[in-house]
């Protein structure tokens, strides 16, 4: 009879220490997250070309400084889901005459809400985007120049799709 007591309680103790094991929470690397605003580069002259330029980016108050400026033809661009607008540095660089190289600077400034959607226990929430409307009374986005101004390269802006929840479409058009 003991040792019949004694290992139902080993059987019990084992039992419960299998019972609440739980399976590792580890989010998988394919599982969308927060997606980036994607900004495509077009021909001004000719607007169903796309047009590849050496161009950085930066959030204002960053630095260029010491960043080399590759070819491209779109850029990912973060919204943060801390404010409801951002303002990003694009600048174009070209090679000057006689040598050396010209950064022309523009500044948009993208208004937008966002909505935290929850995705499982592992991978915890994500943000979705929604550019505001871009109206007479409160234009978006908004297209700036450098002070002192060095004149605008950008020449048109395009919002082409404006709610921003996946990474694998265009959201914003560049004409320049």
């Known amino acids: 009879m003991k040792n019949i007591i004694i290992t139902a309680i080993i059987?019990?103790?084992i039992a419960t220490y299998f019972w609440s094991c739980?399976?590792?929470d580890i989010c998988?690397?394919?599982t969308p997250t927060t997606p980036n605003m994607i900004v495509t580069f077009y021909n001004a002259d000719n607007q169903e070309v796309r047009k590849s330029g050496r161009?950085?980016?930066?959030?204002?108050g960053d630095s260029i400084e010491g960043r080399d400026a590759v070819a491209v033809d779109s850029l990912v661009v973060p919204l943060g889901a801390d404010a409801e607008s951002v303002r990003?540095?694009?600048?174009l660089v070209t090679n000057a005459p006689g040598g050396g190289l010209n950064y022309n600077t523009d500044y948009i400034e993208f208004k937008y809400t966002h909505n935290e959607v929850y995705i499982s226990r592992a991978c915890g929430f994500k943000s979705l985007f929604y550019l505001k409307e871009n109206t007479n009374e409160e234009p978006n986005p908004v297209l700036t120049d450098t002070i002192p101004a060095d004149n605008l390269w950008i020449q048109e802006i395009q919002v082409i799709e404006s709610n921003i929840e996946n990474e694998n479409t265009e959201h914003?058009?560049?004409?320049y």
Not at 88 to 91: A, E, H, I, P, R
């Open 11 to 13: 059987a019990t103790v």
């Open 22 to 24: 739980e399976k590792d």
């Open 28 to 30: 998988a690397e394919d």
């Open 55 to 60: 161009i950085l980016q930066f959030m204002e």
């Open 88 to 91: 990003w540095g694009f600048t």
């Open 172 to 175: 914003i058009k560049i004409f």
